[in-house]
């Protein structure tokens, strides 16, 4: 069972929006920056989020990220087909001194 | 642009020791970041392993630390994962990535292609 909780999936039409929740605690989400990656199918995951809500360059503005106390959230809006992937949500652990990982939500774009 | 690319043995008996490599190109090592292994088992989530400064300073994690040593070589600009007494469970792609900068606690910036390993006999 992962530190970080994420629904195990997902699903949307294109041009539609969907949002993903993570879940953690005072020690970790609460406390430290979080961080959202896209894993498309047979790849390494790539950073989409850093700092809660700040986009590495080349990430459109279709994606968004949000931080309320321990719980964090990651938009998509205009949702298309090359969005279908693994998200992961991840952060540091002040408690267990190390990085942990939401288990991933998997999209699905019908 | 900062590349990293693992290396290894695909196939490692029961019991034995994984030993995989990661080669960083486009950045050294001796000038910061901290430098990570993550893997994921085939069809699940990903992992945090453990990380090491060029310092030498390192993290595990708690479940691993028993088992896992992480090294660098700046002179090679490379770093090297080792995890001793494998079981069928350590069956997994296994990435290595740049992250830290300022902190520990920065996000993976970079990463390589992964390398599958098997445990098996």
């Known amino acids: 069972q992962s530190v970080l909780t994420q629904p195990p999936s997902a699903s949307g039409t294109p041009g539609q929006r969907v949002t993903f929740s993570c879940s953690g605690s005072?020690?970790?989400?609460?406390?430290?920056?979080i961080y959202w990656y896209q894993q498309l199918p047979g790849t390494a995951p790539k950073l989409l989020i850093y700092?809660?809500?700040q986009r590495p360059s080349g990430v459109p503005g279709r994606f968004s990220g949000s931080k309320s106390g321990t719980s964090v959230s990651l938009a998509i809006s205009g949702l298309q087909s090359e969005d279908e992937a693994d998200y992961y949500c991840?952060?540091?652990?002040?408690?267990?001194?190390?990085?942990?990982f939401g288990g991933g939500t998997k999209l699905t774009v019908l | 642009q900062v590349q990293l690319q693992e290396s290894g043995p695909g196939l490692v008996k029961p019991s034995e020791t994984l030993s995989l490599t990661c080669a960083v190109s486009?950045?050294?090592?001796?000038?910061?970041?901290?430098w990570g292994w993550i893997r994921q088992p085939p069809g699940k989530g990903l992992e945090w392993i453990g990380s090491?400064?060029?310092?030498?300073?390192?993290y595990y994690t708690p479940s691993l630390k028993s088992r896992v040593t992480i090294s660098v070589d700046t002179s090679k600009n490379q770093f090297s994962l080792k995890l001793s007494s494998v079981t069928a469970a350590d069956t997994a792609f296994y990435y290595c990535?740049?992250?830290?900068?300022?902190?520990?606690?920065?996000?993976?910036?970079?990463w390589g292609r992964g390398t599958l390993a098997t445990v098996s006999s």
């Open positions: 990535a740049r992250h830290g900068g300022m902190s520990v606690t920065f996000h993976f910036d970079y």
């Open positions: 090491i400064h060029h310092s030498g300073n390192t």
């Open positions: 991840a952060t540091w652990d002040d408690s267990l001194s190390g990085w942990v």
């Open positions: 486009g950045y050294s090592i001796s000038s910061g970041y901290y």
């Open positions: 700092k809660n809500n």
């Open positions: 005072n020690s970790n989400i609460g406390n430290n920056y």
